[in-house]
């Protein structure tokens, strides 16, 4: 019996969700420490750029269907729900193809193009953009069916199957900036085959696709995109004002600076793990217009995030040199890196709430106030790093431009969401607090 409430426990969705992000992010730390490790500092540094750039050119599709998708797909009636995938295809493939046809226009440039990082993306962006689009939009299936077990599996072929490779080709032979370029393009390709063959790519529901679904996540989709390619570059721009601004220093840099963001993973697992879970719960409340229950969610979501990471965060700040030097080796120990990682945990409390406002935002039907809210973030933190880079004149200063970035965020999405919705900022801790309450209590009666 006690083995049964185990295994109901282990597939319960939040510890699913959970395992997912936290598999991946676990697998993502690992193979950053081994490229670390085998390539040379620039070429990493040029990898990361690539992969930021990625990332911010994948916004145009994910940012504008992803969160488009849960939000009619959730609680649909089956002929509703084909025909919101038929067209998240429809619309994916259309995005997929501009952008392909850019990339392939911008080929004809290379030729006066020196910088390493921007040819590299030239190359090998479209390529991989194709590779990875049954992949992406398996999961956001699998993530709004709640088949997190399904998610689960997904998550770790995708990072497993880049790791075997890198490991593969270490064997045979030194690593360099093309050969993980070609790694990431074949494994994404091996990925999305996978995806196509245990069918969850639901591609049979392009046929069923229809106008009106269409033009639904459209238009709810072109404020998202905005948000979230504003949220991307937000993210990114750090890394883009370090490597033009800094010069030929600029690749290290990146890399330097890339460590410390990775190890962030210890306050992104637990919050995407949220995030996946509490999106749908949140969809299905407004749908039903119950906004005060849309606030409970968030509250509690959010609250109990924020207090549950105050502590990792301080034992973060004091191993910060021991975690630095695991992930990437010594030769990175007691550099910026270090300092850098201590700033970012030191306001890291402020993410869970930001995030959650945004989201809310987004779920309530004003992805136009979220779209506001991080361009407000966007425009704070590029401010704050010219004057932090000045100031300092190194990567300290961008680190801690954060710190007003993450503030603007909390208090311009508080003041709008409060016009919706009743709630307080204090009522983030005080309902997280109970949430935990009610949970340790729950622990000490089963004892």
């Known amino acids: 019996m006690d083995i049964q409430n185990i295994i109901s426990k282990l597939k319960n969705k939040h510890f699913l969700s959970l395992m997912g992000n936290a598999s991946m992010s676990i697998l993502a730390m690992v193979t950053v420490g081994i490229l670390l490790r085998y390539m040379p500092t620039n070429d990493i540094g040029f990898w990361f750029f690539f992969q930021t750039v990625f990332v911010l050119l994948d916004t145009f599709r994910t940012g504008f269907l992803q969160v488009a998708m849960i939000k009619f797909y959730t609680g ?112 994404s390709l091996l990925v999305s085959v996978y995806c196509i063959f245990k069918g969850w790519t639901r591609i049979r529901t392009f046929a069923k696709r229809t106008k009106e679904s269409t033009l639904d996540l459209f238009h709810f989709g072109k404020y998202s995109v905005g948000t979230t390619i504003s949220s991307n570059l937000l993210r990114s721009s750090d890394t883009f004002i370090i490597m033009f601004v800094m010069g030929i220093d600029g690749p290290a840099a990146v890399a330097m600076y890339t460590i410390p963001m990775r190890l962030m993973e210890v306050i992104e697992m637990p919050l995407r793990s949220a995030l996946s879970t509490a999106m749908p719960s949140l969809s299905e409340a407004f749908n039903k217009g119950n906004k005060e229950e849309v606030a409970k969610i968030m509250q509690k979501y959010a609250g109990t995030l924020t207090l549950a990471l105050f502590p990792a965060s301080v034992v973060a700040i004091i191993i910060a040199d021991f975690a630095i030097t695991i992930l990437s080796g010594v030769q990175y120990s007691g550099t910026y890196a270090v300092s850098v990682y201590r700033i970012f945990m030191s306001f890291a409390m402020f993410y869970p709430i930001d995030r959650f406002l945004g989201v809310t ?43 007003f970035t993450f503030s603007s965020g909390v208090l311009f999405g508080y003041y709008w969401l409060k016009k919706y919705l009743n709630f307080t900022l204090g009522g983030f801790f005080t309902v997280g607090l109970n949430e935990i309450k009610q949970v340790l209590l729950k622990v000490n009666l089963k004892r």
């Open 76 to 187: 649909a009636e089956k002929t509703k729900a084909d025909a919101v995938l038929g067209s998240v295809w429809y619309l994916s493939l259309l995005i997929t193809g501009a952008l392909i046809a850019i990339n392939i226009i911008a080929v004809f440039f290379l030729p006066i193009i020196t910088n390493l990082g921007i040819i590299s993306i030239i190359r090998w962006f479209g390529l991989t953009f194709i590779f990875t689009l049954p992949s992406a939009i398996s999961s956001w299936i699998l993530q709004s069916d709640q088949q997190f077990g399904k998610l689960l599996v997904l998550r770790i072929i995708n990072q497993g199957a880049f790791i075997v490779l890198v490991f593969v080709v270490i064997l045979f032979k030194d690593l360099n900036l093309n050969l993980i370029l070609t790694i990431n393009a074949v494994s």
């Open 361 to 403: 935002l987004d779920i309530i039907h004003q992805p136009r106030i979220n779209f506001y809210k991080v361009l407000v973030m966007l425009s704070t933190n590029v401010i704050f790093d010219f004057i932090g880079i000045h100031l300092f004149g190194n990567i300290n200063g961008v680190a801690l431009a954060s710190l």
